[in-house]
């Protein structure tokens, strides 16, 4: 990840639609705020991370989440 990078948020594993007629819905940042999981890198931030703004807020994702899969590089700024 860099500035002005596009970045995609892996979908959630816990029912994040309450579907199967079960009551728990996911109460994680993405799933509450209803995002779209995609944001633009802002800027570093301390422990290998970087301040990410989504349609629902800044959050902060991590190098080892990416390298995990769980964030994707969309599209890479020039």
């Known amino acids: 990840m860099k500035i002005g990078d596009l970045v995609k948020v892996g979908d959630c594993t816990l029912n994040p639609e309450g579907e199967g007629g079960l009551d728990l819905y996911c109460q994680c940042f ?3 705020g209803k ?3 995609i944001g633009v890198v ?6 290998n991370s970087w301040d990410v703004m989504f349609d629902c807020g800044m959050w902060r994702l991590s190098n080892f989440e ?3 899969g769980e964030v ?3 599209s890479e700024s020039r």
Request: glycine share 0%; aromatic share 6%.
């Open 66 to 68: 990416e390298a995990r």
């Open 42 to 47: 802002l800027s570093p931030a301390p422990a």
């Open 72 to 74: 994707k590089v969309i």
């Open 30 to 32: 993405f799933c509450s």
């Open 35 to 37: 995002s779209n999981r």
